[in-house]
């Protein structure tokens, strides 16, 4: 995700600097240009050969060592970089940073970079609340750096508060935020419910289905990295939530269509990935229905289609994207939803086909709007999901685009 993207990571004086060779090798599996600049205090914590053995980059230190590659090397440097990530940051750094100190390499290149930059403090709790750093920190806010909060935990000295270095998968989360993708769906707001339903019998039992909530959440993430502001709502799953969206869980599909209803005035795109179930029991039991030697049936009754709901209610301007998973006749069923629940696009997939529908990190999917369709071979949720925007995206712009003519 990250190839062709250089990213320094500069490293300072504190405990957690030992957490960076994760990052560093982190970043490396995504196919990144990995440079470390430490600061002289981060050698006393971790040393330059580790950083060198995971990136395969010289470590720099000194702004006025000789065996650089270029001459003026932090200039170059800050002109190369896609982002600038310093992690952790000692109070010292923000100081000097937040006022334009710039004595050292890591300092001097921090100054002499425009690309995004991303400053994850990590000291003791009591120098961390300290009011002048916290001004600091809000002084580099204002001048655009992303600030990645400390946490609140168990800290090396002893003390148990905030001033904890994030987990290396957040500090990288928020590098790929940044970097990863275009932002072709900045400004936009997309709903998208993902995961299973679960229509209760009796405080035991309920009735649900295979859906695992994997395409879904792919949707979700590639939405944010393409720069979209987006809202899960979250029926049942195990898969692992996607950073930076907004989460509303859900149980049954009443309460999801509640939850969707709250969002919908406000979204300009929304996809329905969520398996909803069409039926529930009649009757919930407040107690635990016990078993008996006869057999036993459960009265069910409809849910709310909320697709339909949502298509009998959209704007103009609002786009809406269902899914359809078939058995048999995938496109002449799939196409018959469309047109009755009044979508934008649907996108079909039968349960059938090899690497298609629930569990599997994979789908084979068919994506039908109202004049096309267009059938993709197998490939990884994440990079369906991708199809499934461009389409969004290319058919989103043209509906803003229709021209109107007054008057006619
Ligand atoms: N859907 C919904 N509310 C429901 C049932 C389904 O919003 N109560 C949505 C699903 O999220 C999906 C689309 O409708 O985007 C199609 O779901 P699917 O189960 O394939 O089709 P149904 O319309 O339920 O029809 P059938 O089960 O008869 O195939």
């Known amino acids: 995700m990250l190839k062709g993207k250089m990213v320094i990571l500069g490293v300072t004086g504190s405990i957690a600097a030992y957490k960076m060779a994760n990052v560093a090798s982190m970043l490396k599996k995504l196919h990144c240009d990995v440079q470390v600049i430490m600061t002289r205090n981060a050698t006393n914590f971790i040393t330059p050969v580790t950083f060198e053995t995971l990136t395969g980059n010289k470590c720099l230190i000194d702004t006025f060592d000789r065996n650089f590659q270029y001459n003026v090397e932090h200039v170059a440097l800050a002109k190369r970089a896609d982002l600038l990530m310093i992690a952790p940051a000692s109070a010292n750094v923000i100081g000097k940073l937040a006022h334009g100190i710039a004595d050292d390499m890591l300092t001097t290149t921090a100054l002499a ?128 939530v996607p950073d930076f969206v907004e989460i509303l869980p859900v149980g049954s599909a009443t309460e999801m269509f509640e939850a969707v209803k709250s969002r919908f005035a406000e979204s300009d795109i929304v996809i329905m990935a969520a398996a909803v179930a069409d039926y529930r029991p009649s009757q919930f039991s407040e107690e635990k229905v016990k078993k008996s030697e006869e057999a036993m049936a459960i009265p069910l009754s409809r849910t709310q289609d909320i697709l339909q709901y949502l298509g009998e209610h959209k704007r103009e301007d609002q786009f809406l994207c269902g899914f359809s998973m078939e058995t048999q006749h995938m496109l002449e069923n799939s196409r018959k939803k469309m047109v009755k629940k009044n979508l934008d696009m649907i996108v079909a997939n039968n349960l059938k086909t090899k690497g298609a529908g629930f569990g599997t990190d994979t789908n084979v999917i068919t994506i039908l709007t109202k004049e096309k369709e267009q059938a993709f071979d197998i490939m990884s949720k994440d990079a369906a999901a991708d199809c499934i925007l461009d389409e969004i995206l290319a058919e989103s712009t043209k509906k803003r685009e229709v021209p109107v003519y007054e008057g006619i």
Do not use: W
Not at 181 to 191: E, F, Q
Not at 216 to 233: E, H, Q, Y
């Open 113 to 240: 970079c425009r690309c995004p930059k991303i400053v994850a403090p990590a000291m003791n709790t009591s120098m961390y609340e300290n009011p002048i750093v916290q001004d600091n920190r809000k002084t580099l806010q204002r001048y655009g750096f992303e600030i990645v909060e400390a946490e609140n935990g168990h800290l090396a000295c002893g003390d148990s508060g905030a001033g904890k270095l994030p987990e290396e998968k957040l500090l990288v989360a928020h590098i790929l935020r940044a970097i990863a993708r275009d932002k072709d769906l900045a400004g936009r707001k997309v709903l998208i419910t993902a995961g299973a339903t679960m229509e209760p019998i009796d405080p035991v039992r309920y009735i649900t289905n295979h859906s695992t909530g994997k395409m879904g959440f792919a949707l979700a993430r590639a939405c944010m990295l393409r720069g979209a502001d987006v809202t899960v709502v979250k029926g049942h799953t195990e898969a692992e």
